[in-house]
């Protein structure tokens, strides 16, 4: 089967291509930089030039698949051009189910993100569940717009489905600033890890391998426009580190830090980076997030597609052992 994906050379992308790929599938995936050091390799896939900001780089790549993957985003805490998050993350969408329709594309799964549902309050969050605040930041108002647009070429004829991971972590590339790997690689080798205060603050976990056979079921057994969270575990910050200083035998001391100090040091580093014109990867929009609880369930998903959770533990070993490997740690 040809099966087109975008974002292939991103941290899940990237697996998600080479689990297809593996499987025996004919994939495409379009790309912006042919030389990227991040291209998957397998003979099974096929790399075509283009940006999802122009619909007329996309034909190519699409031509003659059946399915398609859109996971292709731009993932950042914040940027001085706004508006780059909207022709990527909105415009670029909509050039993906445009063509797609145009096409004939019979199935189209959209890799969205838990951080359009924001935070939780006792109950862990499911899919119908409203947001109880709103947009602060362009990341997550334009994947919510993205989710719309979905839900529009739904209702023109396109099958689709959405899937919504939370924290992704597990052995891959290493693409973007800011992940849970990181995260782990830097309490194993660090003498101080900083955590919100109360580090009895709830977020949710889900282990790479899991999210993309959460994707594969989605594109086998998802209903035409549902949603579904693919998740991990609910735990706490306090409970998180100590399980992986436990696994990793990290002398890293956790400090708790209260919103006021994170939030001075965010607008110093904005301050900073402004100035020095440098990328930002901490903003102080981005502090509220990580003092609120991001509590998902996955209940859906296991119920109607069969999505089945590695326990964080299994997972962070994996994990441990590929950075270990990776010289990472």
Not at 55 to 76: D, G, P, Q, W, Y
Not at 178 to 189: A, D, L, Q
Not at 227 to 240: A, M
């Amino acid at each position: 089967m040809k099966i087109l994906i975008t974002g292939a050379t991103g941290y899940f992308g990237h697996q998600l291509a080479l689990t297809l790929a593996q499987q025996g599938n004919c994939v495409h995936i379009l790309v912006r930089n042919p030389a990227s050091p991040n291209i998957p390799q397998h003979p099974n896939i096929h790399v075509f030039t283009g940006d999802i900001t122009r619909r007329n780089s996309i034909t190519l790549a699409m031509k003659n698949c059946e399915r398609v993957f859109h996971t292709a985003a731009l993932v950042k805490i914040w940027s001085k051009n706004p508006a780059e998050f909207y022709t990527v993350n909105v415009d670029g969408t909509n050039n993906v189910l445009a063509e797609a329709l145009e096409l004939g594309i019979k199935k189209l799964v959209f890799t969205s993100s838990c951080a359009v549902l924001g935070a939780s309050l006792k109950e862990p969050l499911c899919e119908t569940d409203p947001r109880l605040e709103g947009f602060d930041n362009d990341y997550d108002f334009s994947k919510f717009m993205a989710e719309n647009i979905v839900k529009e070429y739904g209702h023109k004829g396109l099958f689709t489905a959405i899937v919504c991971p939370s924290k992704i972590y597990g052995p891959g590339i290493d693409t973007h600033p800011i992940t849970v790997n990181k995260v782990i690689r830097n309490f194993i080798s660090n003498k101080f890890t900083f955590i919100p205060k109360p580090g009895s603050l709830i977020a949710n976990y889900c282990f790479i391998n899991d999210v993309v056979q959460g994707h594969l079921l989605a594109m086998e057994k998802g209903l035409g426009g549902e949603k579904y969270i693919l998740g991990g575990e609910n735990i706490s910050y306090t409970d998180f580190f100590e399980l992986l200083r436990s696994l990793s035998n990290a002398k890293s001391r956790l400090i708790q830090a209260p919103r006021f100090i994170v939030t001075s040091v965010a607008w110093l580093k904005w301050l900073q980076c402004t100035i020095s014109n440098k990328d930002l990867f901490f903003s102080p929009h981005a502090v509220r997030h990580i003092f609120c609880n991001k509590s998902f369930s996955s209940g859906k998903a296991i119920r109607q597609l069969g999505y089945q959770l590695t326990p964080l533990k299994e997972g962070l070993q994996q994990t441990i052992h590929f950075l270990k490997n990776q010289n990472h740690v």
